[in-house]
């Protein structure tokens, strides 16, 4: 028997911009989004939870901020970490060669994953999910981390970013995420797609990306705002085309003709 398509539509970076929250909500109520992914020590956090509490059915998890992103610790916990304003860099290969290599990095690491967990339990929020900023839960000592800590606050499902096609080079880390995660009894998508097209999620792409979709588990990730320009680092992304994607009654037909069955991860952890 063939085995069904199961889709996650998730939102990265919720919390970021008061944008981002206005466009989860929208794509949620108006539209196909399923889920979002929040950073916990964002500018417009507090918005965003107060929007996640009047949305019951909006799945909400953990996306971990460890590079290009605020730290909740403060700067004298974790000074190894971040730069003086208590923000992470955006050397990725340098700081995951710390992590791995000095335990007193990998000790300030382990109290700022703690933190994040324990503040978005203090959203009251249920925790449906765990991702990493820019896909750094990849990295070993990392998702270690993820798994020791995350036991205790409920954690259950975590990305592999894992898209059909695409960054061969990431494929050893994949498949010992893959194994890592299968062996720690947590779920994962058996498929994710977003990318090849970060930023630039529109309608037509979103809608190609359905098409593909195998049997199994999948993810589709974007970057919904009402607005471009959020960052530096993502000047280029079409965040509003990505909001119109996820809104777009084409994208709505084409899951429901495909007879693809959308939730949260928490509706596929509970079917394992």
């Known amino acids: 028997m063939k085995r069904p398509i199961r889709l996650i539509l998730n939102a990265?970076?919720?919390?970021?911009?008061?944008?981002?929250?206005?466009?989860?909500?929208?794509?949620?109520?108006?539209?196909?989004?399923?889920?979002?992914?929040?950073m916990i020590g964002a500018a417009a956090v507090g918005?965003?939870?107060?929007?996640?509490?009047?949305?019951?059915?909006?799945?909400?998890?953990?996306?971990?901020?460890?590079?290009?992103?605020?730290?909740?610790?403060?700067?004298?916990?974790?000074p190894d970490l971040v730069d003086a304003s208590g923000r992470?860099?955006?050397?990725?290969?340098?700081?995951?060669?710390?992590?791995?290599?000095?335990?007193?990095?990998?000790?300030?690491?382990?109290?700022?994953?703690?933190?994040?967990?324990?503040a978005f339990r203090a959203t009251g929020l249920a925790l449906d999910h765990v991702n990493a900023h820019k896909h750094f839960h990849l990295h070993p000592t990392v998702l270690s981390l993820i798994l020791d800590i995350g036991r205790d606050y409920g954690l259950n499902a975590v990305r592999l970013p894992r898209e059909p096609g695409a960054a061969a080079l990431l494929a050893p880390w994949l498949v010992l995420t893959r194994r890592r995660l299968g062996v720690a009894n947590i779920l994962h998508n058996d498929a994710m797609f977003g990318l090849r097209t970060t930023g630039a999620m529109d309608a037509a792409a979103l809608l190609a990306a359905i098409e593909k979709l195998p049997p199994g588990l999948n993810e589709i990730y974007l970057h919904p705002a009402t607005r471009r320009s959020l960052t530096p680092t993502m000047s280029d992304y079409r965040h509003d085309d990505e909001l119109a994607a996820l809104l777009s009654p084409s994208v709505r037909d084409a899951i429901a003709q495909r007879g693809i069955v959308t939730g949260r991860w928490a509706d596929f952890v509970e079917r394992q």
């Open 12 to 38: 990265d970076d919720f919390g970021l911009d008061t944008s981002v929250n206005i466009a989860v909500e929208r794509a949620h109520v108006d539209g196909v989004l399923t889920t979002a992914s929040l």
């Open 88 to 118: 992470f860099g955006d050397h990725m290969a340098r700081d995951g060669f710390r992590f791995f290599f000095l335990p007193r990095v990998r000790r300030q690491l382990a109290i700022e994953i703690r933190a994040q967990f324990e």
């Open 47 to 78: 918005d965003a939870i107060e929007r996640a509490k009047r949305l019951p059915r909006l799945g909400i998890g953990l996306h971990l901020v460890l590079a290009d992103g605020p730290a909740v610790s403060a700067y004298e916990t974790i």
